[in-house]
């Protein structure tokens, strides 16, 4: 059973306007949230991160928001960039893993963002 | 700084064969991490490692092996290689304070198959 799910497997975005990805979780113990990117041919890299004690979190052109109550994240990009093409991949880390912050990651979206 | 580096990049194997794939860190990160890679299931993670001389079970363990042979390096093995083992793996190390303490570095992945 898959705990964190993004359900949205593709997302096409005209360069300029508004990405929003979305993840929902369906365990309420964990505490951290985290955005990850991912080219072809490489490993994900980090992007973006929120506490869930936390609703919001900004980084430039990227903005995470949580809703603890809906167990819902969102990753918003403004404006987007065809460099922005990528496969991006949520993850939650369970409370209680030990110190070891494990991680557990949805299947991905592969956003296209065409000029 | 390399980050995470992982070989080989590509590896063919038959069924039965067995094979080391070899991760190495220089960020002097304590804990490591195996993860595979399959179309539709995100990251899942295989085995991980808290420290030296420590490792664990991930979600997906059977049919594979770890060895933490020092700080730096972590390895995975196939003793006996399926086709259901064809995917791609990801190494990752994460680093203990600060905001590296949730995130994880990957490394570029190897991609298996087993035929």
């Known amino acids: 059973d898959q705990q964190v799910k993004q359900n949205s497997p593709s997302l096409s975005v005209q360069e300029g306007r508004i990405s929003i990805l979305n993840c929902d979780y369906t365990?309420?113990?964990?505490?951290?949230f985290l955005w990850y990117k991912k080219y072809p041919a490489e490993g994900p890299t980090f992007l973006i991160s929120?506490?869930?004690?936390?609703d919001k979190n900004e980084d430039g052109r990227f903005t995470v928001f949580l809703n603890k109550s809906a167990k819902h994240l969102s990753l918003h990009i403004v404006p987007s960039q065809p460099g922005d093409s990528a496969v991006y991949f949520c993850?939650?880390?369970?409370?209680?893993?030990?110190?070891?912050?494990?991680?557990?990651f949805g299947a991905g979206t592969r956003l296209a963002v065409h000029p | 700084n390399a980050g995470v580096t992982q070989t080989p990049k590509f590896q063919v194997l038959k069924t039965g064969q067995s094979m080391t794939l070899q991760c190495a860190q220089d960020?002097?990160?304590?804990?490591m991490y195996w993860y595979r890679q399959d179309p539709g299931m995100g990251l899942r993670l295989i085995y991980y490692?808290?420290?030296?001389?420590?490792?664990d079970k991930g979600e997906v363990p059977n049919g594979y092996n770890v060895s933490r042979l020092n700080k730096r390096e972590f390895s995975l093995r196939l003793e006996s290689a399926a086709p259901s083992q064809t995917s791609v793996y990801f190494c990752?190390?994460?680093?203990?304070?600060?905001?590296?303490?949730?995130?994880?570095?990957f490394g570029p992945g190897t991609r298996l198959t087993v035929t």
């Open positions: 990752a190390s994460r680093g203990d304070s600060g905001r590296s303490s949730y995130e994880q570095y």
């Open positions: 365990n309420s113990m964990f505490d951290y």
């Open positions: 929120i506490s869930s004690i936390k």
């Open positions: 993850a939650a880390s369970p409370l209680g893993s030990g110190g070891y912050n494990k991680l557990i």
């Open positions: 960020m002097n990160h304590n804990s």
């Open positions: 490692s808290a420290s030296e001389g420590t490792t």
